[in-house]
């Protein structure tokens, strides 16, 4: 962890507007498109992504079971942007909100794991101060299909699943996995500490 801290800690995470954090994202996930082609397939990803959590679920998780819209009060604004800087430049974005002393944090996506990391690290950290240290639960989404690391690069800044849906990608035919993750403050800070 050591490494990691000295090969990013001249990063600086501050708040942006969407705007800044999808333009970054539609050049970063789809480099290769053209203009037109890029801002399609960055409203389109955003689209879905939101959409998603105003679905109903029926969750089986390991302590409790949730059926309901588990992720809509996320949706509901207000909604902030995180990006990562190397000087001037961004690169990286994740997309937050608070409700009360909670937070929902995901769609990342940055220029490597590293500097993911290095984003979670430092957004976890501000929310912390944001709520006057009274942050208790953090929670996210992996989706293998849309994420651009592994659900390890999660567990490894804290979260841990408690329930998952398994689907198909009838578009990529593909299987699909999209992971509930929480980060339990009062468990990370003792994991860290040990």
């Known amino acids: 962890m050591k490494t990691l801290k000295a090969k990013t800690s001249h990063l600086k995470v501050k708040e942006i507007r969407q705007h800044e954090a999808l333009t970054y994202v539609k050049n970063h996930k789809f480099p290769n498109l053209s203009e037109e082609e890029r801002s399609n397939g ?3 990803l955003w689209k879905n992504y939101r959409l998603f959590m105003q ?11 949730y059926r309901g819209k588990y992720l809509e009060q996320y949706y509901i604004n207000p909604k902030w942007w995180a990006g990562i800087y190397e000087g001037d430049k961004i690169v990286g974005t994740e997309y937050f909100t608070f409700r009360d002393t909670r937070m929902f944090s995901g769609f ?5 794991v590293e500097i993911a990391k290095e984003l979670s690290t430092q957004l976890y950290e501000k929310a912390k101060v944001t709520l006057n240290d009274k942050l208790n639960l953090v929670e996210s989404l992996h989706f293998t299909n849309v994420d651009e690391y592994d659900i390890s690069f999660r567990e490894e800044v804290g979260y841990r699943a408690w329930s998952w849906i398994d689907e198909r ?3 990529r035919d593909a299987d699909v996995r999209i992971s509930f993750l929480k980060k339990v403050r009062e468990e990370w800070e003792e994991q860290k500490n040990d």
């Open 169 to 171: 990608d009838k578009i």
């Open 55 to 65: 679905d109903n679920f029926h969750l089986r998780g390991n302590e409790k079971d």
């Open 108 to 112: 990342l996506f940055a220029d490597s």
């Open 42 to 44: 960055i409203v389109e």
